[in-house]
């Protein structure tokens, strides 16, 4: 349990809902562990021991001992589960928008490295499993002990009053023997629940693999290999889900036998002492299973610690997951960027391959610069250490003279807006997708923003509700066209002095084509500029082109400078044009 007291910072939020739910856990636990030996104890010898002479009213008011203890037991056992139930939810709330947080800082490398399925399953299912150990774990841990001390106390009352030890010493010696089993079955609980999350991290991985694509998967036929996978999956989680059922459910049990032989050995003696049935035996055998009842419970929170500890495994995973872009210490102010770059002796790989190496340029602000060169060249990688989505490993990236790793991370996105070759719309309204390149704007330079971008014609007349139109999950009621150029608004709309277009591969139709190249043209005036340049009829609107060949740049100048001079830049020119 100590691995969660960093934790309980978010139990001390709801700290007086939780104490309140822990004195009304507290009087259950007493009302049943001392109150229903007591009510025995005073209820069953005036009903049987008595005969006929009790007057009915006096046994009626005696009666009604048992409605009040059950009243008081009933109602603080409700309060406490329900303020445990508001603790519960509202703890989970709070861990889950830690971890959503944390996944948003982390660097794109990481989503690289991590299916999005397995990620969902941490954020959503191990952190239910947190709030289970913090929150339900802590309450059993206060009100499982108030019963037992209640039973123990009534026992070790009535045995002083009739001298009489015998059954607090059975319940003394078989105490250790209940603990024995929780010890055991509480280890392999730990391994058992740590492999269910993860097949539970893969099948959620695989069920989003199989929603995200559904054209992919109708269109080459994979709907049987997608269920099978899926299938084998839910199989597997079954068997490791089975193990951890039969380790769980075997402690009661074993705890009630142990309880049952205690009980057993108590009613021999009590038979062979000649202990009165209604006033000693019952109260006695009651307030001996009270306390064996919170053993099983406490049991219990072991079982749920080892698969809590199991969550908490993968959910500091991410918390402590080691951030390889740290912020600057002291950020150098970031302000009026007019978008000068410069690439100095760069070297840069993903693992151990390189896929920049030896680039090393100057780019004068407002310059229009096409990248160009084979697939696979390191045209994108080029792009994406300017906004730092990776740092370099050697060399450094300057903006306006600024090594881009001590410039603050938000400051310096700031200053880029990004266009990427399938830009990605959100389940919004066009209006609120436009407004992502700057919430603050209104709803008129929103669409000042979408005229620019020659998407308000589209937006205005084909969108049934205009502006207010969704756009469906991933954009997907708009067509690749329609999605560019709402990226391009966006890019309008953010007004950045640094521009990276990443030009659409697929075929748009030649009028889409001709209206986003009209749009790019506008866009990239007065800002530095780069265009991974897929179709060369964007590379009108360049000063400059970087020819790329295998994290090299192997050409640098205007069209007809390096036409002449590269022959790598020429075939891949002549192929297009031809
Ligand atoms: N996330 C990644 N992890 C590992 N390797 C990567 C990653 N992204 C790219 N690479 C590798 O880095 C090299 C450069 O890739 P990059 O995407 O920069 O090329 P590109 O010129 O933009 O290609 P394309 O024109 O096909 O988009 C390639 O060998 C590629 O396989």
Redesign the pocket.
């Known amino acids: 349990m100590k691995r969660f007291l960093p934790y309980y910072k978010y139990l001390l939020r709801v700290r007086w809902h939780f104490i309140a739910a822990l004195i009304a856990g507290a009087i259950f636990g007493a009302a049943s562990g001392a109150g229903l030996p007591w009510m025995m104890k005073k209820v069953l010898p005036e009903v049987f021991g008595r005969g006929d002479e009790v007057p009915l009213m006096e046994l009626l008011m005696v009666a009604l001992i048992m409605p009040a203890v059950f009243f008081v037991r009933g109602l603080s056992q409700f309060i406490n589960n329900y303020l445990i139930q508001y603790c519960g939810l509202r703890v989970l709330e709070f861990i889950q928008v830690d971890v959503f947080s944390r996944l948003q800082k982390l660097p794109l490398?990481f989503f690289?490295k991590h299916k999005s399925g397995d990620l969902l399953s941490r954020l959503m299912g191990d952190t239910q499993m947190m709030r289970m150990a913090l929150v339900e774990i802590s309450n059993d841990i206060i009100i499982q002990p108030m019963q037992m001390l209640g039973a123990l106390g009534f026992l070790i009352y009535m045995s002083s009053q009739k001298s009489e030890f015998f059954f607090l010493y059975i319940c003394l010696a078989t105490i250790p023997l209940c603990v024995m089993p929780i010890q055991l079955i509480g280890k392999k609980l730990f391994k058992k629940a740590k492999s269910v999350q993860e097949q539970t991290g893969d099948l959620t991985a695989s069920v989003t693999d199989g929603l995200q694509a559904p054209m992919e998967i109708r269109s080459y036929n994979m709907q049987g290999g997608i269920v099978s996978t899926f299938q084998n999956q839910v199989i597997r989680l079954f068997k490791a889900r089975m193990k951890v059922v039969k380790y769980d459910k075997m402690l009661g049990p074993t705890i009630e036998f142990v309880s049952a032989c205690g009980v057993a050995v108590a009613i021999v003696y009590a038979g062979r002492a000649g202990l009165d049935f209604e006033s000693d035996m019952m109260p006695l055998l009651m307030a001996l299973y009270m306390c064996y009842d919170p053993i099983k419970r406490l049991g219990k929170i072991h079982t749920k610690i080892q698969r809590g500890n199991a969550s908490l495994d993968r959910i500091e995973y991410l918390l402590h997951y080691e951030d390889e872009l740290p912020e600057a210490e002291k950020p150098v102010p970031f302000e009026n960027v007019s978008g000068r770059i410069r690439f100095e002796n760069i070297q840069f790989a993903?693992?151990d391959?390189l896929?920049l190496d030896g680039v090393d340029l100057e780019i004068p602000s407002g310059q229009v610069v096409a990248l160009v060169?084979?697939?696979?060249?390191?045209?994108?990688?080029?792009a994406s250490l300017i906004p730092r989505f990776y740092d370099v490993n050697e060399g450094c990236v300057y903006v306006d003279g600024h090594d881009v790793r001590a410039v603050r991370k938000s400051d310096l996105r700031s200053a880029i807006a990004v266009v990427s070759q399938q830009p990605v719309l959100f389940n919004a309204t066009v209006l609120e997708n436009i407004r992502i390149g700057n919430p603050e704007a209104s709803d008129l330079e929103v669409i000042e923003a979408a005229k620019k971008a020659h998407a308000h014609d589209f937006i205005e007349k084909t969108l049934d509700d205009s502006y207010q139109t969704m756009v469906g999950e991933k954009g997907t009621r708009l067509s690749g066209g329609q999605r560019q150029r709402i990226a391009i608004a966006r890019a309008f709309l953010k007004n950045a002095p640094i521009l990276i277009l990443d030009e659409a591969t697929s075929a748009l139709d030649s009028e889409s084509e001709a209206k986003i190249q009209q749009a790019l043209e506008e866009l990239v005036k007065g800002r530095t500029t780069f265009i991974?340049a897929?179709r060369f009829s964007t590379i009108k609107i360049a000063d400059r082109i970087l020819v790329?060949d295998q994290?090299k740049i192997v050409a640098d100048g205007a069209h007809a400078e390096i036409y002449d001079s590269s022959g790598l830049y020429r075939d891949l020119y002549d192929r297009q044009s031809g």
């Open positions: 490398k690289q993903y693992e391959q896929a060169g084979p697939s696979g060249a390191g045209k994108s990688t080029f991974i897929h790329f994290g």
